[in-house]
């Protein structure tokens, strides 16, 4: 597969010689250890693509110039449209749980802090953190849009913000409804609780405020595995997961 980079903020334009911005440098160099001539593709995160070559490399792989080519108008978004709120959890899971919803085609990710949530405090310093993580796996799987992570907030006020009207499911080990019932519209919710899941009045909340309890089956998950199981389930039912 073709090396990728996400390069924001450049105006780019076919047959033009450009200079990667240092990280973006660093990134082809260090990281991917691409040599002049070698191909890859730039994307910003408005769309589509460009195909490119790297022209130079400085001796010391802290900065490189590449020849845009051309542009591909190619996008690979899911038609579903989802915007996973997850409560917030330990470190690495969580940093899972963003790298992967992004590969899944998540379009949106809404951190929440519930009363049982890990990994809370801090939370304004991790959000940049998070934000790295959704362009390297966007880099990685295809996508041209980075999808936006909100700073993280408190379940009620993001429970209080959203559209009753607005399809979504909350996760609710033990109930009787499943995903495969569910019939979302092109844009819908998932709301997942935190390790230890969420406790009578946050579960009550979410139903009040429109979304639809449901289980993944049998077994209790962890955080991290149900986002994956849901949006993974929710893809192969209503979007681009083939």
């Known amino acids: 597969m073709t090396a990728r980079l996400y390069v924001p903020d450049v105006a780019f334009e076919a047959s033009a010689t450009i200079a990667l911005p240092h990280a973006a440098a660093h990134h082809a160099l260090r990281v991917l250890r691409l040599r002049a001539g070698d191909a890859l593709v730039l994307f910003d995160g408005r769309g589509g693509e460009w195909r490119a070559a790297l022209a130079s490399a400085g001796r010391r792989g802290e900065d490189a110039t590449v020849v845009v080519e051309g542009h591909d108008a190619v996008e690979r978004e899911s038609p579903l449209a989802i915007t996973l709120a997850l409560s917030t959890i330990t470190a690495d899971a969580m940093d899972y749980a963003v790298r992967k919803a992004v590969?899944?085609?998540?379009?949106?990710?809404?951190?929440?802090?519930?009363?049982?949530?890990?990994?809370?405090?801090?939370?304004?310093?991790?959000?940049?953190?998070?934000?790295?993580?959704?362009?390297?796996?966007?880099?990685?799987?295809?996508?041209?849009?980075?999808?936006?992570?909100?700073?993280?907030?408190?379940?009620?006020?993001?429970?209080?913000?959203?559209?009753?009207?607005?399809?979504?499911?909350?996760?609710?080990?033990?109930?009787?409804?499943?995903?495969?019932?569910?019939?979302?519209?092109?844009?819908?919710?998932?709301?997942?609780?935190?390790?230890?899941?969420?406790?009578?009045?946050?579960?009550?909340?979410a139903?009040?405020?429109?979304?639809?309890?449901?289980?993944?089956?049998?077994?209790?998950?962890?955080?991290?595995?149900?986002?994956?199981?849901a949006l993974s389930a929710l893809q192969a039912l209503h979007g681009d997961l083939r």
Not at 143 to 166: E, T
């Open 207 to 229: 139903k009040l405020a429109g979304l639809t309890a449901v289980s993944l089956g049998p077994r209790v998950m962890k955080a991290e595995t149900a986002a994956v199981a």
């Open 103 to 205: 590969e899944l085609g998540c379009a949106a990710i809404a951190p929440v802090v519930a009363s049982r949530s890990q990994g809370a405090s801090h939370k304004e310093t991790r959000v940049d953190h998070w934000r790295r993580i959704a362009i390297a796996a966007c880099e990685q799987c295809g996508r041209n849009r980075i999808p936006p992570i909100d700073a993280p907030i408190p379940l009620a006020a993001w429970l209080d913000g959203r559209d009753a009207r607005r399809p979504g499911v909350v996760l609710a080990p033990g109930d009787e409804a499943t995903l495969a019932s569910f019939a979302p519209a092109p844009a819908l919710d998932v709301l997942v609780g935190p390790e230890g899941g969420f406790d009578g009045a946050e579960l009550a909340a």
